[in-house]
């Protein structure tokens, strides 16, 4: 069964400072994809960023970036410079060749001014 | 351009009364559509997800039940609500095309009382 795992239910980081978000998913799929979404208090979710599976190169979005370890099936999210606006609840996602995409359980992200 | 548009925003239904919270995708064809539940300060579940049209696969076992009438219709129901049924439900789509993430709607507010 695929499934995704998000262990920190809750973060905090200073304003400017950098925060890192942890993920571990499980799939017996070689070709799949990974993403992490943002849910800010409106509940819109807004993509962060996404990371093919195949792709060995860490994706990287401006202040987001991802440390994608394939053996280890860890996908982190690394936010530099955080910013207020960046306070908002955290998705890690996987989506496999059977077009299912499940989430993990979210890490909620507080920025201290 | 691809929107989608999920109605209503907020609904309060009584135990034991039915549901009908449809979702619609314009702008593109043969989407893959997704319904999923959002618990209060939780993950999101899949409960749903459609391929084409009258093609439904379920999730987790309960008390819904979607439908995919045309190609960019999909609709989540029940015969009689149950408590536990509360949450925000939230749908979402994207296409068949490798790498693309899920794009999704505003979200049903649903209250069970």
């Known amino acids: 069964a695929q499934t995704v795992t998000q262990s920190q239910p809750e973060m905090s980081v200073q304003e400017a400072e950098t925060v890192t978000l942890s993920c571990t998913y499980d799939t017996s799929e070689s070709d799949y994809y990974l993403f992490w979404y943002k849910q800010p208090p409106s509940r819109q979710m807004i993509l962060v960023i996404r990371?093919?599976?195949?792709?060995?190169q860490n994706a990287t979005e401006n202040r987001f970036s991802v440390n994608f370890q394939k053996a280890a099936k860890s996908f982190s999210l690394k936010i530099s410079d955080s910013q207020l606006g960046d306070a908002a609840m955290y998705f890690c996602?996987?989506?496999?060749?059977?077009?299912?995409?499940?989430f993990g359980p979210g890490t909620s992200l507080s920025v201290i001014p | 351009s691809q929107t989608i548009h999920q109605w209503p925003a907020t609904l309060v239904q009584p135990v034991g009364s039915p549901l009908s919270l449809e979702c619609t995708v314009e702008?593109?064809?043969?989407?893959?559509l997704y319904w999923y539940r959002q618990a209060a300060g939780r993950g999101l579940q899949l409960l749903f997800y459609?391929?084409?049209?009258?093609?439904i696969s379920s999730e987790v076992p309960q008390n819904l039940s979607a439908s995919r009438p045309q190609d960019r219709q999909f609709i989540l129901s029940s015969k009689k609500l149950l408590l536990s049924d509360s949450g925000f439900y939230l749908c979402?789509?994207?296409?068949?095309?490798?790498?693309?993430?899920?794009?999704f709607g505003q979200g049903t507010r649903l209250t069970v009382v």
């Open positions: 990371q093919e599976a195949y792709k060995q």
């Open positions: 996602a996987a989506r496999t060749s059977y077009d299912k995409v499940i």
């Open positions: 459609s391929v084409g049209i009258g093609q």
């Open positions: 702008g593109t064809s043969n989407p893959n």
């Open positions: 979402a789509w994207r296409t068949g095309v490798v790498n693309t993430e899920a794009f």
